[in-house]
């Protein structure tokens, strides 16, 4: 996900992991987009939002992330994961559970 600014990026982490939508969201420093939106090219400065979680929990939180993001449409993507360590993933699929 990106977000606007680090403050609105602190926000969208913290709900996620409180409400137990990923174990784990890290938020990289700013950089800059330069995307095309509504017929026009803009250029912005975004954070960059990374949020670990289950498929399970993917449907979830892109409700949450989409009733507090500043945006009109939010970058909600999901990534494959091929390959993880076992105890890694073990821990991440224990923090996810339980909401």
Known sequence: MTA?????????????????LAACVQIL????????????VQRDREVLLLAKT?????AELEREVRAIHSYETPE???LPVVEGSEAYLK???TSCEGS
């Open 4 to 20: 606007s600014e680090a403050v609105e990026a602190t926000r969208i982490a913290e709900l996620l992991v409180d409400k137990k």
């Open 29 to 40: 420093p700013e950089m800059q987009s330069i995307y095309f939106w509504k017929g026009e």
């Open 54 to 58: 289950t498929r399970a929990k993917f």
């Open 76 to 78: 909600i993507i999901a």
């Open 91 to 93: 821990w991440l699929t």
